[in-house]
């Protein structure tokens, strides 16, 4: 066996002698167990770059003994290094109830969780508790401190979300599904004008010309294609060795027509190349851009083009700029050649990073993203226009939530008409890690990013009037008009929640999105424990209300909103949470199943994530997954139709890491009908559905 093998092995072997429902283990053999894990994630990290598996390892010691300090710390640390990093929380939290002086910046690391959650309010006190300290011993020197000035982002950053989230944008963000997106990192996606080529990257293993992994025990970056054929992506596929070579290989840009690609390649610290369409499915082979875009030892690792191909827009990380990545740009001159490249300058660049340049179809809209700018953490997508007159860009804007988050959000296309955008992110929906998704731009987006980025309104100012004596003329006989009718003010309809715990208001993940297409809806939080949406239907319109708190079982509600109009109208809803304990139930409201099979529908993915987490959040419970169907068919077919349904929610668990040991897969066919079998909508479809109910 190599060495990773030799991990895995020893891995699960630990995990079989700690799960076998048989064997009571003593708290001195959890405490060994634990250790052994620590020590097997540690020598992960020597040998490899397997990221995720030491992760697991170290949340499986924590999990084993609470009172290991250093597996709650490796924990929290692997988790914010990965995925679901707001689950860090929990182990930084200990580390600091066990011992407050075992890491310095314990307080930093707590309040970085906190913002990965969407829980500013809570990041901000222990980003400013650690802020504190770091003036009350100013002279500590070690290598577990974080600096001031990085204190002092976080915390206006987490001051940020607070207001972000409080005034959301109307993006709707919708996941654009499996014949994109994979459970493995997708991500890039670059589409021409006609929006009927999108082109991407991704780590999955299907397709994949390396059936290897990595070092970080995830396959190779390989370049994806997908066709829009009747509305709908087709299944993505391999773009061809061509472009791909058996080790990394990612897209930066498509041209507005279709004809070029950019792809960045690791050679001389990083440069973009260029391939060229043949036909529809060949590829030349990649040539390097001119050193007018590449530098000599350095890295050059996004690019946008304009759609007449005359003016490229790419980030760098080459001196004389103003920090790390800073964005750049260059002309094509008469001859066809690309000029030297300039600096977009400092209304643009900062000190840290800016990277995933895309300019408009306009020529005078530019996206961008920063993690040097008033964002809400990790990267945030801002958007900047030119002012050919002045010469000059204008305050870049942050995009507002929900469209960024506390994480990176990078590399945002938009479409020809405006009205549409795709970018990557890791969301609530996702299928595994970063996923790609269609972003619909609202109409009034300008005045709903004018009103967000503004302090306080401007009076318009009079300049250069000069006063003169009003003119008097002769009366003259004016018949007035039949006053036109005043447009009806539309009053948008006022959804209120109020989330509760053992009759307390508690801080939850409130979450709204429209029932037909998963669309997302802006909330938010008015104070704890409340909040608002402001929905604008023009027809009564279904939607799913969930909401999640730690250590209780989430809910999904269904609420109908009514048309918007001139009327002021409030729904108030009350979610009470109840603990995830032995019994407690729910229904998988918002996952399907296509008649008469076990397969889950891409709109199914919101709804079990939230049971992973909830699972992941209550390591102690066990569940049974109920699968039932309707009455079409046998009885039998349908028992075992209804227990493969409720395998495949099974399986999806596992696959997202889960422990099968404490899930177990029930059939019950059509005996539990939910609604009349007569109707397929209000009936049979929600019959097909899955339960779960907490045994332990």
């Not at 650690?130 to 401190?145: A, C, H």
């Not at 530098?295 to 827009?313: A, H, Q, V």
């Not at 108030?572 to 199943?593: C, E, H, M, P, W």
């Amino acid at each position: 066996m190599n060495v990773m093998q030799r991990i895995i092995f020893y891995a699960g072997l630990l995990l079989l002698l700690v799960t076998k429902p048989f064997i009571l283990q003593a708290q001195e053999d959890n405490e060994e167990v634990a250790e052994q894990l620590v020590e097997l994630g540690k020598e992960t990290m020597r040998a490899t770059q397997a990221l995720e598996i030491a992760k697991e390892q170290f949340v499986q010691a924590a999990d084993l003994d609470p009172d290991n300090i250093e597996a709650n710390w490796l924990a929290g640390e692997y988790i914010q290094r990965t995925s679901n990093k707001d689950r860090s929380v929990k182990y930084f939290k200990r580390v600091l109830e066990l011992d407050a002086d075992y890491r310095f910046d314990v307080l930093y690391w707590i309040g970085r969780g906190y913002q990965y959650g969407y829980d500013f309010s809570n990041a901000l006190e222990f980003y400013q508790r650690y802020y504190d300290k770091l003036y009350s011993d100013v002279n500590y020197r070690g290598m577990d401190k974080v600096s001031v000035k990085e204190t002092e982002k976080k915390i206006e950053e987490a001051k940020n979300g607070i207001e972000f989230m409080a005034n959301p944008m109307n993006f709707s963000i919708v996941n654009v599904g499996s014949s994109i997106n994979s459970p493995m990192p997708d991500y890039g996606p670059v589409l021409n004008e006609d929006e009927t080529i999108m082109i991407f990257t991704t780590r999955r293993k299907d397709g994949n010309l390396n059936q290897d992994v990595f070092e970080d025990n995830f396959p190779y970056e390989d370049i994806f294609i997908s066709y829009k054929k009747d509305g709908q992506w087709t299944e993505a596929r391999n773009i061809g060795d061509a472009i791909n070579t058996p080790f990394h290989d990612s897209n930066l840009a498509l041209s507005a027509d279709g004809d070029d690609l950019y792809i960045y390649m690791d050679e001389n610290e990083g440069d973009i190349y260029v391939s060229s369409r043949i036909d529809d499915s060949t590829w030349s082979e990649p040539e390097p851009l001119s050193d007018a875009i590449n530098s000599l030892n350095y890295n050059e690792k996004s690019i946008s083009i304009s759609p007449d191909k005359s003016i490229m827009f790419f980030s760098s990380n080459r001196p004389g700029g103003f920090g790390g990545d800073d964005i750049y740009y260059a002309t094509k001159n008469e001859r066809g050649e690309w000029s030297r490249s300039r600096n977009l300058g400092p209304v643009i660049n900062t000190e840290y990073n800016e990277d995933g340049p895309f300019i408009d179809y306009d020529g005078k809209t530019l996206y961008f993203s920063s993690n040097g700018r008033g964002g809400m953490g990790g990267y945030d997508l801002f958007k900047v226009e030119y002012d050919s007159i002045e010469d000059a860009w204008s305050e870049p804007v942050n995009l507002g939530y929900p469209i960024n988050t506390p994480d990176d959000d990078i590399y945002f296309v938009s479409t020809k008409d405006g009205e549409r955008g795709y970018y990557a992110s890791i969301r609530e929906d996702g299928m595994g890690f970063t996923d790609i998704y269609m972003v619909t731009i609202p109409e009034n987006l300008d005045e709903q990013l004018v009103a967000m980025n503004s302090d306080n309104n401007v009076a318009e100012e009079k300049n250069g009037e000069i006063d003169t004596p009003p003119v008097v003329e002769e009366p003259t006989e004016v018949i007035e008009p039949d006053p036109e009718p005043e447009p009806e003010v539309i009053s948008p309809v006022q959804l209120v929640v109020a989330t509760f715990a053992e009759g307390a208001p508690v801080n939850a993940r409130v979450r709204l999105t429209k029932k037909d297409d998963n669309t997302v809806v802006a909330v938010g939080t008015k104070q704890p424990g409340v909040y608002v949406s402001s929905l604008t239907p023009e027809q009564p319109t279904d939607y799913i209300l969930s909401a999640e708190y730690p250590g209780y079982v989430f809910k999904n509600v269904s609420v109908t909103i009514p048309a918007a109009t001139s009327e002021t109208q409030t729904i108030t809803k009350t979610i009470d949470f109840q603990r995830a304990s032995t019994g407690a139930r729910g229904v998988l409201r918002n996952i399907y199943f296509k008649f008469d099979q076990a397969k889950l529908t891409d709109n199914s993915f919101n709804e079990l994530n939230k049971l992973e987490r909830m699972m992941a959040e209550n390591p102690g419970i066990r569940v049974e997954i109920g699968g039932h169907t309707d009455n079409i068919g046998s009885a039998s077919y349908n028992k075992d139709l209804s227990k493969r349904r409720a395998m495949a929610v099974v399986n999806y668990l596992i696959d997202k890491g889960i422990d099968p040991s404490r899930l177990t897969a029930v059939g019950y066919g059509e005996e539990r009908p939910l609604a009349s079998n007569d109707d397929e909508r209000d009936g049979r479809e929600l019959n097909r559905r899955v339960e779960f109910t907490i045994i332990k």
